[in-house]
């Protein structure tokens, strides 16, 4: 084969890159190629922390391709016109790409497959973004799991595939190709940015995995609860972006687990197991795509959710009252990031101490979160709201005082975030309505809600659609 495109798109790095691989060795000439889509100013998810790292994450991809001898070409538009309007333009025996996994980006890549197969041109797309796709991990009877720890069984008993090597340097020169402007700033979109992000790009994820499999790994089962503490591995955003390739992750976790101690041991299979809830609901999402649109138990979607728009407003700027959801909340927007124990303390105050539909959250998180991805986000807020899949019943509810003196017991993480409590004691960080004398003087709301009188709202709620059952 002469020429090939290989279509960039959640796997924005020259390692470890599966379609990437395969175009390389079957193309003496590969042409890089990235679609800014239209969508990415458009959609209603967008968000400017996740397109700030996306587009700097590709700038960051142009400057590797380029040392390597392979220039990447950027194009503006519909990728189901481009695409095949650009293999026509090139000359190109066919188009590699990645599998996406989303009920859009599979409609997307068969109208593609289409267009390009009634002109004779191949379009290949590749296993990548997991090690495990939808049927490859299936129950005795040949179904989806809908449970995870079964699932995690089965997954860990097999033998991740290998990473895939890097792309190699060529100094053949080919014709220069037009390539349109790529902005920097999301700005450009129309979603100015104001958030601090973290690094972007694949030198910055490698980075980013081998401090965390050096030391902090060894202690990711309890410090990932923390907020204060930096206990996850903020891979999460690269994973999203494909700055980093699944399988890369995997076998140097293998190998930092193989010189561990036993207690290290089983921090390092709690981060995969952490990782392995990705696979999962990304084969929920296929096998199940009706998850995209409401509840994955249908009898949910009758469930009779508050209208209260000031309430979820309040949720969203983090002036509910609560110390510790109001903490969280205004961290994410400040940063677009937030741990997964304070993404379920949030989540379920919102579902059910507000009693507002998971799915106003979802769309809220998709539109902050540096690492909002479909599958993950909707298959945590279903699960935290007790609509999803696994074992989670409607009646586990956190409780936001509670959660917040377990894991942030001396507020540090609070201080950081809601200076109006600074200075509280350490007994009243979390319930500052404690000392009514005190807290008539902090510039800081009451509660919009009481817990202890919506938690069986909550369950008279869910009991209403269940028959009582």
């Given at each position: ?98 599998r996406r996994y989303e009920p859009y980006a599979l409609r997307r890549d068969d109208k593609i497959f289409n267009a390009l197969n009634g002109m004779g041109i191949g379009f290949e797309v ?32 097999r033998t991740s595939p290998a990473p895939r090597a890097r792309l190699a340097p060529t100094k053949r020169k080919w014709d220069a190709i037009v390539s349109d402007e790529l902005p920097l ?285």
């Amino acid at each position: 084969m002469k020429r090939a495109i290989h279509w960039f798109r959640r796997d924005l790095r020259v390692s470890d890159n599966v379609a990437l691989s395969e175009a390389a060795s079957r193309a003496e000439q590969v042409i890089p190629v990235f679609v800014l889509e239209d969508a990415f100013q458009k959609g209603p998810d967008v968000g400017a922390a996740r397109a700030a790292f996306l587009l700097r994450s590709v700038e960051s991809l142009r400057k590797n391709l380029e040392v390597l001898g392979h220039p990447l070409v950027i194009r503006r538009g519909k990728s189901v016109e481009v695409i095949p309007a650009l293999a026509k333009e090139l000359g190109v025996q066919a188009v590699f790409a990645n599998r996406r996994y989303e009920p859009y980006a599979l409609r997307r890549d068969d109208k593609i497959f289409n267009a390009l197969n009634g002109m004779g041109i191949g379009f290949e797309v590749f296993k990548d973004a997991v090690a495990w796709e939808e049927r490859e991990i299936l129950t005795q009877a040949g179904k989806p799991f809908t449970v995870f720890t079964p699932y995690s069984k089965v997954w860990k008993a097999r033998t991740s595939p290998a990473p895939r090597a890097r792309l190699a340097p060529t100094k053949r020169k080919w014709d220069a190709i037009v390539s349109d402007e790529l902005p920097l700033d999301p700005a450009a979109l129309g979603h100015p940015l104001t958030q601090t992000i973290q690094e972007p790009g694949e030198h910055a994820a490698l980075a980013t995995l081998k401090t965390f499999l050096a030391g902090p790994v060894f202690r990711y089962a309890d410090a990932r609860n923390f907020p204060a503490e930096q206990g996850t591995s903020l891979l999460s955003a690269h994973l999203r972006c494909g700055t980093i390739g699944p399988r890369a992750i995997y076998s140097q976790l293998k190998a930092a687990r193989e010189k561990g101690t036993p207690d290290q041991q089983r921090n390092c299979d709690a981060w995969l197991s952490e990782l392995i809830w990705r696979e999962f609901y990304l084969q929920i999402i296929i096998n199940f795509p009706q998850v995209t649109k409401g509840a994955f138990r249908p009898e949910y979607d009758r469930l009779a959710w508050s209208e209260n728009e000031e309430h979820f407003q309040a949720w969203c700027a983090g002036m509910t009252g609560y110390p510790i959801v109001d903490a969280a909340m205004r961290c994410l927007n400040a940063t677009g990031n937030m741990n997964n124990r304070l993404r379920m303390i949030v989540a379920m105050f919102l579902t059910k101490d507000l009693l507002i539909n998971w799915q106003r959250g979802e769309r809220y998180f998709m539109q902050q979160l540096i690492d909002g991805d479909m599958a993950a986000n909707n298959g945590g807020w279903q699960w935290s709201a007790g609509t999803g899949t696994d074992a989670a019943p409607y009646f586990r509810i956190f409780n936001p005082v509670s959660q917040g003196e377990k894991f942030d017991a001396q507020g540090k993480f609070v201080r950081q975030w809601v200076p109006e409590l600074a200075a509280l004691p350490d007994d009243l960080i979390h319930q500052p309505w404690g000392n009514p004398l005190l807290s008539s003087k902090l510039k800081y709301p009451s509660r919009i809600v009481l817990h202890e009188e919506q938690r069986p709202k909550c369950l008279a709620m869910f009991k209403a659609v269940k028959g009582g059952g």
